[in-house]
């Protein structure tokens, strides 16, 4: 099947008790993923334009949202809006509390808890979630819609959609929500841009990932030229943190463990976090998202792990890779998925549960050849 080209579009100028590992999902990633058809492509087009402008629209995302799959999915919701669509809403699984850095992101007012979210709608559109089970409740009116269109970008994607927008190759969701909206006709605006470009800068990494393409960098000019305030929208996505915050990884870091040996002596670094330091000093769980990337630059690692409590025996784990190591193959076998180079999983037990599993699974995630 052809893989799909992007198309251009004008613009306006101007992201310890219980032992062993929990799985809650395993996918092989031995074969490599199909590429986005032309054909699936016109089906997603024409499930939207096949839907009333006036009937329920069901925009869904995985539990505890990243800037990619808030971004993508309420720029996605900005942009049937535009096209007319009257009762459109945004929702995902779990607690609506929202990061700091998303509370201004247009679009907020589609956002509804799950509880409220339509009942039987006909049609769902899902962003950046691999497995129906990220979805929470939100499944189940997935499963009954007449129309089902799953927008994603990861490799271990399960494809529970009627209709599956997947690309394993995309920089980020935002990529392929952004294609869609081109196929619809919607032409940029700098709401539906500031969206996106949050989606797309907070999975480059500020576009530091080696998923930062040519391409990535053309749809971020495009989004640029709308005239969304980079400069505020950067300085809210990486370069604010609460005083404690910063008190708080002080502690974490001093706490992070170096073992050059593991992964074939690649090395890996790795620290935890508990609900005591949250509390210590008075954190929401969100803040620690970006503490991967202070133990990713550790010189003598290639793979970082960071192991968040999430209840008394449930921890959230988050991986890195500079690249000797495939960390999606140690997080699918463990129960979650990602990419090559970010990927994570939920586990239960304790820390030492934790990282003892994580290390079993590191040698046969190494890759013969670093890029």
């Not at 339509?118 to 979805?135: G, H, K, N, T, Y």
């Not at 080696?210 to 495009?222: E, I, K, Q």
Request: aromatic content about 4%; proline content about 6%; some cysteine.
């Amino acid at each position: 099947m052809p893989r799909w080209r992007r198309t251009t579009r004008s613009s306006p100028a101007g992201s310890a008790g219980e032992r062993g590992t929990h799985v809650t999902r395993t996918v092989s990633q031995e074969a490599p993923a199909p590429e986005i058809a032309e054909e699936d492509w016109q089906r997603a087009v024409e499930a939207v334009r096949a839907t009333p402008s006036d009937a329920e629209v069901l925009l869904a995302c995985h539990v505890n949202p990243d800037g990619d799959a808030l971004g993508s999915m309420l720029g996605t919701a900005l942009g049937l809006r535009r096209l007319g669509f009257t009762r459109l809403r945004a929702s995902f699984p779990g607690q609506t509390d929202l990061p700091e850095p998303f509370l201004s992101l247009p679009g907020l007012d589609l956002l509804v808890p799950e509880p409220d979210a339509p009942a039987d709608p006909p049609l769902v559109l899902s962003f950046d979630a691999a497995s129906i089970e990220r979805l929470g409740g939100l499944g189940a009116q997935l499963k009954a819609a007449e129309a089902s269109v799953v927008l994603d970008h990861h490799a271990s994607s399960t494809r529970f959609g009627s209709i599956n927008l997947v690309d394993p190759g995309a920089a980020a969701t935002s990529v392929v929500a952004d294609e869609l909206l081109t196929r619809l006709g919607v032409v940029l605006d700098a709401e539906i841009a500031e969206c996106l470009y949050v989606a797309l800068a907070t999975d480059t990494g500020s576009f530091r990932f080696s998923s930062t393409t040519p391409d990535v960098h053309r749809l971020a000019a495009r989004l640029i030229a709308t005239g969304i305030p980079i400069g505020e929208v950067s300085r809210r996505l990486f370069d604010t943190r609460p005083y404690g915050a910063v008190k708080l990884f002080g502690e974490v870091l001093c706490r992070a463990t170096l073992e050059p040996a593991e992964a074939g002596g690649l090395g890996l670094a790795w620290t935890y976090a508990t609900l005591a330091d949250l509390e210590r000093y008075d954190q929401r769980p969100h803040v620690l998202e970006a503490l991967i990337d202070s133990v990713r630059c550790v010189a003598e690692a290639d793979v970082a792990c960071l192991v968040k409590q999430v209840r008394p025996t449930e921890w959230s784990v988050s991986l890195r890779s500079k690249g000797g190591v495939d960390v999606s193959r140690v997080a699918v076998a463990l129960g979650g998925g990602g990419h090559r180079n970010a990927a994570g999983f939920t586990a239960h037990g304790t820390v030492g549960d934790v990282v003892a599993a994580v290390r079993a699974q590191l040698p046969g995630a190494r890759i013969s050849t670093v890029t």
